[in-house]
């Protein structure tokens, strides 16, 4: 099974900074018969569901801010928040999908403000 | 627009069984893939297993076979979760989600069900 780690298990960060969040799973998750890889990012807030924020690395979501970014290829990805704001605190997972093997997250990083 | 609606908080003994469920509405049902996540409190994402329902078919993740079924009724675009010989560390809140189409993620979720195993 792929695993997936994330680093750090938290950080906090000043308003208007930037925030930096690493994903690395166990085997490549890019996908040889479309060139993509099967990363996804995910923002939860307490009491909430979690809520896509990136998928295919990069790509973001609908009505997601710009401030979020997700890039990477293969096994190691980064979540950018280029200017944190305060709704931005949350816990943070990445997800791999690969080979019809189902879904896997990583543990989750912690964000707060400094 | 999307929206996916689960059942109500549930309390059960060890060894019984419980039986969650996830409305779907805003979308063709048939054609998007549903999963289900658990959260044991203060910790991770653990994805349990998933179906089609234009198939029919689920497939589950290892720790979950034999101890979870997954269906869906297509006449009401309701999802189903059953987990059998519960246990106090299924304790979690257990959430429905679709897939979103050829992005490989999960694009909806449902608000979440508080299942507790007490004795």
């Known amino acids: 099974d792929i695993v997936m780690t994330q680093s750090p298990d938290s950080l906090a960060v000043s308003l208007g900074e930037r925030a930096t969040i690493n994903c690395t799973s166990s085997q490549s998750v890019l996908s040889n018969s479309n060139n993509k890889n099967f990363l996804a990012w995910y923002q939860q807030k307490p009491g909430q569901p979690p809520k896509l924020l990136i998928y295919?690395?990069?790509t973001r979501e609908s009505g997601v801010p710009d401030r979020f970014s997700g890039s990477g290829s293969g096994t190691d990805f980064t979540l950018t928040i280029s200017s944190l704001q305060a709704e931005d605190v949350a816990v943070y997972f990445c997800q791999q999908y690969y080979n019809n093997r189902g879904f896997t997250f990583g543990p989750g990083t912690k964000v707060d403000i400094k | 627009q999307v929206q996916l609606v689960q059942s109500g908080a549930e309390v059960k003994k060890p060894g019984s069984s419980v039986k969650v469920s996830c409305k779907t509405s805003g979308y063709t049902f048939s054609r998007f893939a549903i999963t289900w996540v658990r959260q044991a409190p203060g910790q991770g994402l653990e994805w349990m297993g998933g179906?089609?329902?234009?198939?029919?078919?689920?497939n589950y993740a290892q720790k979950f076979q034999g101890r979870g079924a997954i269906s869906a009724d297509e006449s009401t675009s309701t999802a189903y979760l059953e987990l059998s010989s519960l246990r106090s560390d299924d304790t979690a809140v257990y959430y429905c989600a679709r897939v979103g189409p050829d992005i490989a993620a999960l694009d909806s979720w449902g608000q979440g069900t508080l299942v507790t195993v007490s004795s």
């Open positions: 179906m089609m329902p234009m198939f029919g078919t689920a």
């Open positions: 295919w690395a990069s």
